[in-house]
C-alpha cells in the first residue's frame, strides 16, 4: 500500500509561469535544511484506458503522484510504474498491485527510490468510459 506525506505548511510556493502563455510550468514548493528542493509537475489529464502521463524524476529519491478522478461511473483502475532506461517499465508497488478507484476524488499515491521516470497508467475503466484522471506528480 502506498504511504502518503503532508508536505511542510512552513514552504512558500513558488510558481514559475509560462512568460507567452501564463501556465504554469512547475511549482517550486520549498527547500529542507539538506538543500533538498520539491517541485510539481504540469497537470496531465487522461481521458480514456491505456493513457498514460509520464514524467521525468531522475535525480529524486521520492515522488508522489495526486490522482484527482471526476466522472466516475464504477471504477477506474491505475498503476504506477517507474523505469531505469526508459524502455523496461515496472510497478511501483511491491506487491505489484494496481489501484482501484471507486469514488470521484482526490487521492495520493507515494513511492520511494531511484528512477529515470516515473507514470501513472489508466489501465481499465469499469462500464463506460466517462472517466477523467488528472495528474500531477511532486518529486524531491
Known amino acids: 500500500m502506498a504511504n502518503a506525506r503532508i508536505l ?3 514552504f512558500t510556493p513558488v510558481y514559475n509561469t509560462n512568460p507567452d502563455t501564463g501556465n504554469l ?3 517550486t514548493i520549498g527547500s ?4 533538498t528542493v520539491t517541485t510539481i509537475s ?9 493513457s498514460v502521463a509520464v514524467f521525468d524524476v531522475l535525480g ?9 478522478v471526476e466522472s466516475i461511473d464504477v471504477n477506474v483502475i491505475i498503476i504506477f510504474e517507474g523505469t531505469l532506461n526508459d524502455l ?3 510497478n511501483l508497488s511491491a ?8 469514488a470521484n476524488g482526490t487521492y495520493a499515491y507515494t513511492f520511494y527510490g531511484v528512477l529515470k521516470s516515473a507514470r501513472a497508467r489508466f489501465v481499465s475503466e469499469a462500464n463506460n468510459t ?8 511532486a518529486k524531491n
Open 8 to 10: 511542510s505548511s512552513s
Open 60 to 68: 529524486s529519491k521520492d515522488i508522489m503522484f495526486q490522482i484527482k
Open 25 to 27: 510550468l512547475v511549482e
Open 32 to 35: 529542507s535544511s539538506s538543500g
Open 130 to 137: 466517462n472517466a477523467i484522471i488528472k495528474v500531477l506528480l
Open 88 to 90: 523496461d517499465w515496472f
Open 42 to 50: 504540469n497537470e496531465v489529464t487522461l481521458t480514456s484506458p491505456s
Open 95 to 102: 506487491t505489484e498491485q494496481s489501484y482501484t478507484i471507486t
